[in-house]
Nanobody, 115 residues
Framework: QVQLVESGGGLVQAGESLRLSCAAS????????MAWYRQAPGKQRELVAT???????NYADSVKGRSSIFRDNAKNTVYLQMNSLKPEDTAVYYC?????????WGRGTQVTVSS
């Protein structure tokens, strides 16, 4: 089993920045990649960014150039740095870890961006 705990969400104004954290514990050796997803009210959950165990990253077009996903292996933590936040970034952000046969999810952290 893998446990994921997100933190760092909050209420910010448009143009500001936030750094989300996802701390992983448990059988983390099973994880091959990690990702951030988000889900806005009334919308489907969407992929925001991914990072592989080798450090390769990928971003949704909606956040590309404004966000950065990175990891601290010593802390078993993955981060999502989001800059120039927009009201449309408002959502619950979820951490996701890819295991050999199962995807693990955290409970999410709320990000609200006011205009």
């Amino acid at each position: 089993q893998v446990q994921l705990v997100e933190s760092g969400g909050g209420l910010v104004q448009a143009g500001e920045s936030l750094r989300l954290s996802c701390a992983a514990s448990g059988s983390i050796f099973r994880i091959s990649a990690m990702a951030w997803y988000r889900q806005a009210p009334g919308k489907q959950r969407e992929l925001v960014a991914t990072i592989t165990s080798g450090g390769s990253t990928n971003y949704a077009d909606s956040v590309k150039g404004r966000s950065s996903i990175f990891r601290d292996n010593a802390k078993n933590t993955v981060y999502l740095q989001m800059n120039s936040l927009k009201p449309e970034d408002t959502a619950v952000y979820y951490c996701n870890a890819k295991g050999p046969t199962y995807y693990y999810w955290g409970r999410g952290t709320q990000v609200t961006v006011s205009s």
